[in-house]
């Protein structure tokens, strides 16, 4: 909550992948930079700076945040989820597994963002149809991939959550 | 941007000549012209110009330079600046000429210029726009200076 | 890196005017920030402090009365997008609102923030005219509503006074028997086109009522009250066949900026283009049927 006496400095409390974290912060913090430069969490990128990349995706809550351009004030009290919080330790996320599986990933440097929006994705809509993750990836820029088979991996893990439920 | 207008003037070629180099009564007529100051007479001037498009203000310093002068007929001008808080750079060139119309004058303003830095970018679709209401409002204002 | 600035959260009206008051144009007001934070950083605004209206009661509401729905100013494109209420309402406001931008910005951004920054490029206005939109806007002294038309002057300009905030935007929700379509345009990140159309068809199958919007083109999204009257009276088949010309009158009356997105006269001519298909989509719809053709970004109702 930020302390009325100091308004340009604010104290944060928050879970970053599952971990409980303290931090204090100028009000005018990005998250992302508090993510990479205070928490070391290299993972969201820091690519067009203007939120229409994707590339510093993360989610807060569940949702899907440029955090380039997102105060990081505004994630006190919240969950942030970040591509190292997927998976547990040597076991991947299945979102994690589909992009490799189909081969989705080229340089790599959209990737993380990609991940992120297609598990906030998966949270709201388990079982996406081709358009739908289209739609929802609109915001994801790649400049390797073609797309493609970023679309395949996501769908096919949704049809496979599916299939397990 | 480029903007062309022709502006009747209710003034003869001669006097309106004389009105164009009388700096408090010119500015006063100029949209955005916040100041102006002779530095040289008829050679160079230094100008405010302040402008505001949504939340974004611009103040700029210019550099106003004389490079043509015709009497009674043609003035050229350029003008350079840059508003060191937001970093845009302008740089324009202006020519004006009088056309006789009988007692009246027909004022030609040729304005083309540029705005360079971020601001430039982002505000291309305003900035032709702006500049278009700019000259009409010179001319509005030249008129109701002039009249009666 | 941002340059340093304070953080105001007032939680009522009152406290949030004093803000104002004492900060003036030093001050920013801060909802999702999604423009102003891009402001921030290109380093086109400079504030001491940025006075965040989230925490404000009463601006997160999505309200529905007798004729009227109204939108509090910090709801964000995401709970448009998915508010039942807005779903049977004005359908097409809450179906466009999953086409905004993209998927961050629907979820951060607000409704509020949109209209006050009055990105020419945005889709947001042009649709509240399809609805009679009016905004409302509170100061210290008084509170006071201003037809969408009237609160858009031009790009980035509104009639919002420094002293003012944009508390609420106020729709009014269509007839039943309306048939509207929204079609948007454009290649890069805000839309280059935005087209709204609707026409509510009466019981003998006549069109009573008309709107016609567009935005994106010009400096401000306007209605097109000449082209609407042409379309009164007229069946669906009337509709259909009147597509090219109410086009053609159309483009001649938009006005038109070149800016990156194109040239005046580009945007004139996609102005036809998309007002025509905007008027086969509503005419087949009221026939009731759809246009085996599709058009991407195109939301019908």
Known sequence: ?165 | MNVRRALPVALPPAALWKLLWDVPRIVGCVPGCVEAREIEPHRRYAAQMSQKVGPISLSVPLDVTVTEAEPDRRLALQARGRDPVIGAEIAMQVTLGIEAQGETSLLHVEAEGRVLGKLGALGHGVIQRKAEEAVDEFGARLQRATAG | MLRPFALYRPTTLPELGELLAEHGNDAAIYAGGTELLLLLKEGLLRVRCLIDIKRVSGLDAILSEQGAVTIGATVRHRTVERSPLLHERCPLLARVAAHVANVRVRHVGTIGGNLAFADPHSDLATIGLAFDGAVSLWSRARERQVPLADFVLGPYETSRRDDEILTSVRLRPWLQGTVGAYLKFGVYERPTLGVALAVTMSPAGQVSEARLAVGCVGPRPRRFDDVEQQMIGATAADLADAAKPLADATAEAVDTVADLHGSADYKREMTRVFVRRAVATVAARAAGRDLHERYPHTIVV
Not at chain 1, 7 to 20: E, H, K, W
Not at chain 1, 109 to 134: I, K
């Open chain 1, 1 to 165: 909550m930020s302390d009325t006496r100091t308004p340009s400095s604010c104290s944060l409390a928050l879970t970053v992948n599952g971990r409980a974290v303290a931090l204090e912060v100028p009000a005018h913090s990005l998250l992302l930079d508090v993510l990479r430069e205070r928490l070391g969490l290299k993972g969201a990128k820091r690519s067009c700076d203007m939120q229409v990349c994707g590339a510093c995706t993360v989610l807060v809550d569940g949702a899907p945040v440029s955090s380039c351009t997102y105060l990081a004030v505004e994630a006190d009290g919240a969950r942030v989820l970040t591509v190292e919080g997927l998976g547990d330790g040597d076991t991947l996320d299945p979102i994690q597994e589909a992009f490799i599986e189909h081969g989705a990933v080229q340089c790599g440097f959209c990737t993380s963002g990609m991940l992120m929006s297609a598990r906030a994705l998966l949270a709201e809509d388990p079982a996406p149809t081709r358009e739908r993750v289209a739609h929802y990836l609109r915001g994801n820029l790649c400049r390797c991939t073609g797309y493609g088979k970023v679309i395949d991996a996501i769908v096919a893990c949704g049809r496979r959550q599916e299939a397990r439920a």
